[in-house]
């Protein structure tokens, strides 16, 4: 399966016309100017590719921050993504609005 980074590097470019160069892991959705409807767009298309569903919290979260929850996620291992959340033990989350 491909690893989430590269998955929503790819998404990001060919959906969302992004060029690959600003996606660093480091980046967030706001510096990289993911609006909250592609947001919610980004994570349908995540959530159905990689078999997981994404909760509804919301955060600021970089895109490898992001990845590695997803990661975590996939892996069984939900909590694996904490570690790298900005804001204590929430959950990384990409979430705009509820859908």
């Known amino acids: 399966m491909e690893p989430a980074y590269d ?3 790819r998404l990001l470019t060919e959906h969302f016309g992004i060029p690959e160069e600003e996606i660093t892991p480091d980046a967030t959705f706001e510096q990289l100017e993911v609006d909250s409807l592609a947001r919610v767009e980004l994570i349908t298309m995540l959530e159905d590719r990689l078999h997981v569903t994404l909760p509804e919290e919301h955060g600021d979260a970089t895109v490898g921050e992001a990845a590695a929850y997803l990661d975590g996620l996939v892996a069984g291992r939900p909590d694996r993504g904490r570690a790298a959340a ?12 509820a859908r």
């Open 86 to 97: 900005p804001a204590g033990d929430q959950p990384v989350a990409m979430a705009g609005p």
């Open 7 to 9: 998955l929503m590097a």
